[in-house]
Nanobody, 126 residues
């Protein structure tokens, strides 16, 4: 059974940094790509970043490119999202997702992912 448990969210001031963690179970990060998404109430879910399983290639949304890094620790089956230079526009619930394929589907669209975690809340505010 594919499951995710996200953690690391919280309140951070503008300009600050956070590192989100996602414990994956029921599948191996050696074989399948995983992505981070975020969602604000009343808005569509937005893809943030994805990392492929084999070549470790990554994809980022334009809104976070240069400020965010996705990584994995395959031994621990953990996924991380390092976020820097945070702004209030980064406030959202951040979730992990996978479609049990080895590559990152083009465009970071949520319709390409079947398995989701519950998410962790990030609030950027002074």
């Amino acid at each position: 059974q594919v499951q995710f448990k996200e953690s690391g969210g919280g309140l951070v001031e503008p300009g600050g940094s956070l590192r989100l963690s996602c414990a994956a179970s029921g599948f191996g990060l050696d074989y399948y790509a995983v992505a981070w998404f975020r969602q604000v109430p009343g808005k569509e879910r937005e893809g943030v970043a994805c990392i492929a399983s084999r070549d470790r290639s990554t994809a980022y949304s334009d809104s976070v490119k240069g400020r965010v890094t996705i990584s994995t620790d395959n031994d621990k089956n953990m996924v991380y999202l390092e976020m820097n230079s945070l702004t209030p526009e980064d406030t959202a619930v951040y979730s992990c997702a996978t479609d049990l394929v080895s590559f990152c589907p083009e465009g970071l669209g949520p319709q390409n992912y079947a398995y989701w975690g519950q998410g962790t809340q990030v609030i950027v505010s002074s």
